[in-house]
Each structure stands twice: as structure tokens, then as C-alpha cells.
């Protein structure tokens, strides 16, 4: 398994070099549109709860699609980092409801639920730098999406949100590694199942 996971750095350092060099307004527009597209989702219309993320860096924009999940009336649930990397959860309670976390993240200011909070979740999105075409992720390397994943029911959608060229055909994967159910891009979304 070690030449997979060196595949593996050599690919997220490609893809992180690429989101680097995305201008502030190609990052916003395409937050714009995942935003259009999930919230266009009969799934995501009546989810009751989704653990979704803030976005950060080079990162596709979330912070409007959180924002309109919460005010759609979802109950919104955001990552905690725990020191083992692996996912604490808070409740979103709008944009004050949050205070800055590790490496630049922003975290819900209130109570921890657990980590096993994300069974309960209808939709379970996940950040990612790529996805291929059955639905392997490629995360920032730590596992801590694995191991939410992981957790997530099987009836749950879970959706990685990509900018359009990180959809790839083949992605290096490990056992440990979790697939996801659909990749939200701007173009669109793609179900893998
Ligand atoms: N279920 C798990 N329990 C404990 N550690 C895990 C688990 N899954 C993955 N890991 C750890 O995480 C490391 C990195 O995993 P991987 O390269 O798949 O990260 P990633 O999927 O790119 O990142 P992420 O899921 O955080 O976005 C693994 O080498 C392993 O040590
Ligand atoms: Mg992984």
C-alpha cells in the first residue's frame, strides 16, 4: 500500500497546485453554483439534518450553501477537529454561531454532539479533491472523512462538492477508504451509484 499512498500525495499535490490558481471570484462562482445545484435537490429539500462543512483556502465557497440549508430549516451540523483527526460535530446557528478552529477552519462555537452524530444525518457532505468515476474520494490526507463516511447510513446521501475538472477516472484508493453516493460540481451533479 505504500506506492498507493504516494500516488496519492503526488495527486493532491497536483490538485492543490491547480485550486491555488484559481482566482477569489472562480472560487465564489463556484460556490455559487453547487449552492444552486444541491439546494435544487429533492433529497436535500427534505433532509431534516446535514452535516455539511465551511469551506476554506482554495476550497470551493460553502458558506453560502450552509447558510441556506440552516435557512431552509435543516438542522446543519459542522465538523469539529479532534486531535486524533478524526470528526466531532456541532450545530450550525447561522454565521455568528461560529468561531475560528485548527488551520484556519471555522467551527460551531456550541456544544459537541459526538462523532456519532453523522448516523443521523439524511446528507452527508463531504469536501474532497477528487473523485473518480465510481465514487472513490480523495480527501486533504488526514482519514477524518473516511471515518465519518464510514459512520454515515446507507440511506444517506453522501456528496463530495469538486470544481469540474477534479472528476477523474481513476482515483489511488485503500481499504480504508469510503466511497461517496454522487460529486456535486458546478457543471452538475453525478450519481455513481
Ligand atoms: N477508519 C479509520 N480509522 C483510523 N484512521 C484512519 C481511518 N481511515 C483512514 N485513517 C487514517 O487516515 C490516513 C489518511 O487516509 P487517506 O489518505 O485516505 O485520507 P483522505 O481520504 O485523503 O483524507 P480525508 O478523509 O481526511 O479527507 C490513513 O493512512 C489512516 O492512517
Ligand atoms: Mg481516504
Redesign the pocket.
Known amino acids: 500500500m505504500v506506492h498507493v499512498?504516494e500516488d496519492?500525495r503526488a495527486l493532491r499535490r497536483r490538485l492543490v497546485a491547480a485550486r491555488r490558481a484559481r482566482d477569489p471570484e472562480a472560487r465564489a462562482a463556484a460556490g455559487r453554483a453547487l449552492r444552486e445545484e444541491l439546494m435544487s435537490l429533492d433529497r436535500m429539500g427534505i433532509a431534516g439534518t446535514v452535516a455539511a462543512y465551511y469551506s476554506v483556502d482554495c476550497e470551493p465557497e460553502t458558506h453560502g450553501l450552509v447558510l441556506a440549508l440552516w435557512k431552509h430549516g435543516a438542522t446543519v451540523l459542522l465538523p469539529v477537529l479532534l486531535g486524533d483527526?478524526d470528526l466531532d460535530w456541532g450545530a450550525y446557528e447561522g454565521p455568528d454561531s461560529l468561531v475560528p478552529g485548527p488551520r484556519g477552519t471555522y467551527q460551531p462555537a456550541g456544544e459537541r454532539l459526538g462523532v456519532d452524530m453523522v448516523r443521523r444525518c439524511d446528507v452527508v457532505i463531504a469536501?474532497?479533491l477528487a473523485v473518480d468515476r465510481r465514487g472513490t474520494?480523495?480527501?486533504?490526507?488526514?482519514?477524518?472523512?473516511?471515518?465519518a463516511l464510514?459512520r454515515a447510513s446507507s440511506a444517506a446521501l453522501t456528496v463530495a462538492l469538486l470544481y469540474d475538472d477534479e472528476v477523474l477516472d481513476e482515483v489511488p484508493a485503500?481499504p480504508?477508504?469510503r466511497r461517496v453516493r454522487a460529486a456535486a460540481t458546478p457543471s452538475g451533479v453525478r450519481w455513481f451509484d
Open positions: 499512498s496519492k483527526d469536501p474532497a474520494r480523495l480527501g486533504r490526507g488526514a482519514g477524518s472523512y473516511d471515518r464510514s485503500e480504508h477508504d
